[in-house]
């Protein structure tokens, strides 16, 4: 079973920050969160992972919580082309653990 | 970097017949591949895990007599649907590691193949 929660939908204003939240409340010491994107008929997209530190890359930012019970993701201009779902994903290292498992996701909508 | 191909991106089979589906890193070499299956708007569902050089590891309620998994190197595996049945019709997807990376490198996914089986 999934080990996040997220709203199943949010809509966003092109031009804007979206801020996507996720919680995973029993997310153990050694792992990490990820996120991935789906666009319609496409294959996932990884988009960022963290530990326990804020990350950035090209794509987003990741802020987690001290107590790493939450996250958001941080796209901060969003566009038309960032409509998609979204899957926030808790995994763990090798032995056992490593495989993805996806949950219901969001559904982010970005209005032009 | 980081490049997952899968082939065919679609394809339409009748009922009875085997389909193969491949799936490449073209960039780097994998020794553990993920095999999912998505259905109309539902999430992404693990299938099983595909091993190089040993058997696939089937996730419970996946027969594996039905869908063959081969990772025959570094670079390929291969699934198999056997006597695919209108119900078999999905969008399917693999994944893999980059085996030089960490245990928390990112895993990265081909385009899917769709699969309609009349």
């Known amino acids: 079973d999934a080990k996040t929660t997220q709203p199943p939908s949010m809509d966003c204003a092109e031009g804007r920050a979206a801020n996507l939240p996720c919680n995973h409340s029993?997310?153990?010491?050694?792992?990490?969160v990820y996120w991935y994107r789906q666009i319609h008929s496409q294959g996932p997209q990884y988009i960022i992972h963290?530990?326990?530190n804020n990350e950035t890359n090209e794509m987003a930012s990741l802020i987690i919580t001290e107590d790493r019970k939450s996250s958001t993701l941080i796209l901060p201009h969003a566009t038309l082309r960032d409509t998609a779902v979204y899957y926030c994903?808790?995994?763990?290292?090798?032995?056992?653990?490593?495989?993805?498992?996806f949950g219901k996701g969001m559904k982010l909508t970005v209005n032009p | 970097g980081a490049v997952v191909s899968q082939h065919p991106s679609r394809v339409i089979c009748k009922s009875g017949t085997s389909v193969k589906i491949e799936c490449r890193s073209l960039?780097?070499?994998?020794?553990?591949m993920f095999w999912y299956r998505q259905f109309p708007k539902q999430s992404l569902m693990l299938m099983a895990t595909?091993?190089?050089?040993?058997?696939?590891?089937?996730e419970q309620g996946v027969e594996k007599d039905k869908f063959l998994i081969n990772h025959a190197s570094l670079t390929l595996s291969t699934l198999t649907v056997t006597s695919a049945h209108p119900e078999d019709s999905s969008f399917y997807i693999c994944?893999?590691?980059?085996?030089?990376?960490?245990?928390?490198?990112?895993?990265?996914f081909g385009n899917g193949t769709r699969l309609t089986v009349t």
């Open positions: 994944s893999a590691r980059d085996f030089a990376g960490t245990g928390f490198s990112p895993l990265h």
């Open positions: 029993t997310i153990s010491g050694n792992e990490y």
């Open positions: 963290g530990l326990k």
């Open positions: 994903i808790v995994r763990g290292p090798q032995g056992g653990s490593e495989k993805l498992v």
């Open positions: 960039d780097f070499q994998a020794t553990t």
């Open positions: 595909s091993n190089e050089g040993s058997k696939a590891t089937y």
